[in-house]
Protein backbone atom coordinates (compact mmCIF):
# COMPACT_ATOMS: atom_id res chain seq x y z
CA UNK A 1 0.00 0.00 0.00
CA UNK A 2 1.56 3.37 -0.82
CA UNK A 3 1.87 6.52 1.68
CA UNK A 4 1.42 4.30 4.93
CA UNK A 5 5.18 3.49 5.20
CA UNK A 6 7.30 5.92 7.24
CA UNK A 7 10.37 6.95 5.55
CA UNK A 8 13.64 5.45 7.36
CA UNK A 9 17.31 6.18 7.10
CA UNK A 10 19.29 4.08 4.57
CA UNK A 11 16.30 2.37 2.78
CA UNK A 12 15.68 2.88 -1.13
CA UNK A 13 12.39 4.36 -1.85
CA UNK A 14 10.17 5.19 -5.08
CA UNK A 15 8.67 8.51 -4.48
CA UNK A 16 6.10 10.34 -6.61
CA UNK A 17 3.77 13.08 -7.19
CA UNK A 18 1.31 14.16 -9.21
CA UNK A 19 -0.24 17.51 -9.73
CA UNK A 20 -3.49 18.68 -8.29
CA UNK A 21 -6.39 18.64 -10.84
CA UNK A 22 -5.41 18.70 -14.39
CA UNK A 23 -3.20 21.92 -14.54
CA UNK A 24 0.85 21.01 -15.13
CA UNK A 25 3.48 21.43 -12.69
CA UNK A 26 5.83 21.75 -15.45
CA UNK A 27 4.96 24.61 -17.90
CA UNK A 28 8.35 25.29 -19.57
CA UNK A 29 11.98 24.35 -19.46
CA UNK A 30 12.84 26.97 -16.51
CA UNK A 31 10.23 25.00 -14.28
CA UNK A 32 12.45 21.78 -14.74
CA UNK A 33 15.51 23.84 -13.96
CA UNK A 34 14.13 25.41 -10.76
CA UNK A 35 12.89 21.73 -9.93
CA UNK A 36 16.09 20.25 -10.15
CA UNK A 37 17.89 22.95 -8.18
CA UNK A 38 15.38 22.49 -5.56
CA UNK A 39 15.78 18.83 -5.19
CA UNK A 40 19.87 19.44 -5.15
CA UNK A 41 18.55 22.45 -2.49
CA UNK A 42 16.86 19.91 -0.06
CA UNK A 43 17.00 16.48 -0.71
CA UNK A 44 20.66 15.39 -1.87
CA UNK A 45 21.61 16.76 1.65
CA UNK A 46 19.81 13.64 2.91
CA UNK A 47 19.41 11.20 0.03
CA UNK A 48 21.50 9.93 -1.90
CA UNK A 49 19.50 9.90 -5.81
CA UNK A 50 19.75 7.34 -8.29
CA UNK A 51 17.19 8.08 -10.59
CA UNK A 52 14.07 10.81 -11.31
CA UNK A 53 11.95 11.90 -14.16
CA UNK A 54 10.00 15.09 -14.59
CA UNK A 55 7.02 14.75 -16.96
CA UNK A 56 4.55 18.17 -17.52
CA UNK A 57 2.17 16.68 -14.73
CA UNK A 58 4.16 14.28 -12.51
CA UNK A 59 7.38 12.93 -11.39
CA UNK A 60 9.16 10.21 -9.93
CA UNK A 61 12.38 9.63 -8.02
CA UNK A 62 14.78 6.86 -6.68
CA UNK A 63 16.33 7.06 -3.81
CA UNK A 64 18.08 6.12 -0.92
CA UNK A 65 17.88 8.28 2.70
CA UNK A 66 21.24 8.90 4.24
CA UNK A 67 21.40 8.26 8.10
CA UNK A 68 21.36 11.64 9.54
CA UNK A 69 23.92 11.90 13.03
CA UNK A 70 21.48 14.40 14.90
CA UNK A 71 18.18 12.72 14.79
CA UNK A 72 17.21 9.68 16.72
CA UNK A 73 15.40 6.81 15.03
CA UNK A 74 11.70 7.41 16.47
CA UNK A 75 11.93 10.84 14.61
CA UNK A 76 13.34 9.62 11.28
CA UNK A 77 9.64 9.61 9.29
CA UNK A 78 9.38 13.35 10.86
CA UNK A 79 13.05 14.70 9.58
CA UNK A 80 12.96 13.11 6.60
CA UNK A 81 9.18 13.96 5.45
CA UNK A 82 10.30 17.62 6.98
CA UNK A 83 12.85 18.16 4.00
CA UNK A 84 10.22 16.55 1.32
CA UNK A 85 7.66 19.27 2.52
CA UNK A 86 10.35 22.19 2.45
CA UNK A 87 11.05 20.73 -1.35
CA UNK A 88 7.81 20.83 -2.52
CA UNK A 89 6.90 23.92 -1.01
CA UNK A 90 9.65 25.97 -2.05
CA UNK A 91 8.58 24.68 -5.75
CA UNK A 92 4.89 25.68 -5.24
CA UNK A 93 5.28 29.01 -3.64
CA UNK A 94 7.97 30.32 -6.65
CA UNK A 95 4.80 28.30 -9.10
CA UNK A 96 2.41 30.03 -8.31
CA UNK A 97 4.33 33.34 -7.85
CA UNK A 98 5.09 33.21 -11.39
CA UNK A 99 2.30 32.07 -13.02
CA UNK A 100 0.12 34.36 -10.38
CA UNK A 101 -1.92 30.92 -9.18
CA UNK A 102 -3.17 30.16 -5.88
CA UNK A 103 -3.68 27.13 -3.88
CA UNK A 104 -2.06 23.05 -3.79
CA UNK A 105 0.08 22.67 -6.88
CA UNK A 106 0.54 18.88 -5.96
CA UNK A 107 -2.18 16.05 -5.23
CA UNK A 108 -2.30 15.39 -1.32
CA UNK A 109 0.99 14.02 0.24
CA UNK A 110 4.39 12.52 -1.58
CA UNK A 111 3.58 8.74 -2.73
CA UNK A 112 6.23 6.23 -1.39
CA UNK A 113 7.06 2.45 -2.17
CA UNK A 114 9.86 1.31 -0.08
CA UNK A 115 12.26 -1.11 -2.41
CA UNK A 116 12.83 -4.00 -0.53
CA UNK A 117 14.49 -6.42 -2.65
CA UNK A 118 17.22 -6.11 -6.07
CA UNK A 119 14.51 -6.56 -8.97
CA UNK A 120 12.04 -4.65 -7.24
CA UNK A 121 14.53 -1.44 -7.34
CA UNK A 122 15.52 -2.27 -11.14
CA UNK A 123 12.30 -2.72 -12.31
CA UNK A 124 11.30 0.66 -10.93
CA UNK A 125 14.48 2.20 -12.62
CA UNK A 126 13.38 1.00 -15.83
CA UNK A 127 9.80 2.20 -14.98
CA UNK A 128 10.85 5.72 -14.37
CA UNK A 129 13.11 6.32 -16.91
CA UNK A 130 11.53 4.75 -19.51
CA UNK A 131 8.35 7.02 -18.24
CA UNK A 132 7.82 9.35 -20.96
CA UNK A 133 8.39 6.50 -23.45
CA UNK A 134 5.45 5.13 -21.44
CA UNK A 135 3.39 8.13 -21.56
CA UNK A 136 3.70 8.72 -25.43
CA UNK A 137 6.17 12.30 -25.12
CA UNK A 138 8.97 10.19 -26.70
CA UNK A 139 10.08 7.01 -28.33
CA UNK A 140 12.97 6.56 -26.54
CA UNK A 141 13.76 6.94 -23.20
CA UNK A 142 17.21 8.68 -24.08
CA UNK A 143 15.48 11.17 -26.06
CA UNK A 144 13.36 12.93 -23.35
CA UNK A 145 15.51 15.71 -21.10
CA UNK A 146 14.21 15.66 -18.15
CA UNK A 147 15.51 12.03 -16.70
CA UNK A 148 18.72 10.87 -15.24
CA UNK A 149 18.43 8.31 -17.89
CA UNK A 150 20.94 10.31 -20.09
CA UNK A 151 23.13 10.67 -17.08
CA UNK A 152 23.59 7.27 -16.50
CA UNK A 153 24.12 7.17 -20.63
CA UNK A 154 27.69 9.45 -20.26
CA UNK A 155 29.38 8.89 -16.70
CA UNK A 156 32.07 11.25 -17.86
CA UNK A 157 30.04 13.90 -17.82
CA UNK A 158 29.60 14.93 -13.78
CA UNK A 159 26.17 14.25 -11.70
CA UNK A 160 24.81 14.56 -8.92
CA UNK A 161 23.27 11.12 -8.66
CA UNK A 162 24.53 7.86 -6.95
CA UNK A 163 25.35 6.56 -10.38
CA UNK A 164 28.36 3.96 -8.93
CA UNK A 165 25.26 2.23 -6.56
CA UNK A 166 23.03 1.16 -9.12
CA UNK A 167 25.81 0.80 -12.36
CA UNK A 168 27.42 -2.09 -10.03
CA UNK A 169 23.84 -4.45 -10.77
CA UNK A 170 25.15 -4.16 -14.78
CA UNK A 171 28.32 -5.76 -16.18
CA UNK A 172 28.53 -2.60 -18.20
CA UNK A 173 26.94 0.68 -20.16
CA UNK A 174 25.64 -2.01 -23.44
CA UNK A 175 23.95 -4.36 -20.35
CA UNK A 176 22.41 -1.41 -18.80
CA UNK A 177 20.97 0.06 -22.27
CA UNK A 178 19.69 -3.42 -23.61
CA UNK A 179 17.91 -3.64 -19.94
CA UNK A 180 16.27 -0.45 -20.58
CA UNK A 181 15.12 -1.03 -23.76
CA UNK A 182 13.44 -4.23 -23.01
CA UNK A 183 9.94 -4.89 -22.56
CA UNK A 184 9.14 -5.19 -18.32
CA UNK A 185 6.09 -6.11 -16.52
CA UNK A 186 4.67 -3.26 -14.07
CA UNK A 187 1.44 -4.72 -12.88
CA UNK A 188 2.91 -5.38 -9.44
CA UNK A 189 4.45 -2.70 -9.35
CA UNK A 190 0.93 -0.43 -8.13
CA UNK A 191 2.01 3.02 -8.32
CA UNK A 192 -1.61 4.63 -8.49
Known sequence: MINTESFEF????????????????FREQTNYQFFLKQLDKYIIQIADIYAYCLLPNHFHL???????????????????????????????KAFNKKYNRKGAL??????????????????VLHYIHNNPVNHGFVNKADHWEFSSYNSYLHPEKESKLN??????????????????????EYDFLNFE
Do not use: C, P, W
Request: aromatic share 14%; glycine share 2%.
Open 106 to 123: FLNAVKRKKITDEKYLLK
Open 163 to 184: RTEIMQYFDSLDVFKNYHQSDI
Open 62 to 92: LLRFKNIEDVNAEDEHQALMKNFGNFLNSYA
Open 10 to 25: ESVYHIFSHVNGKELI
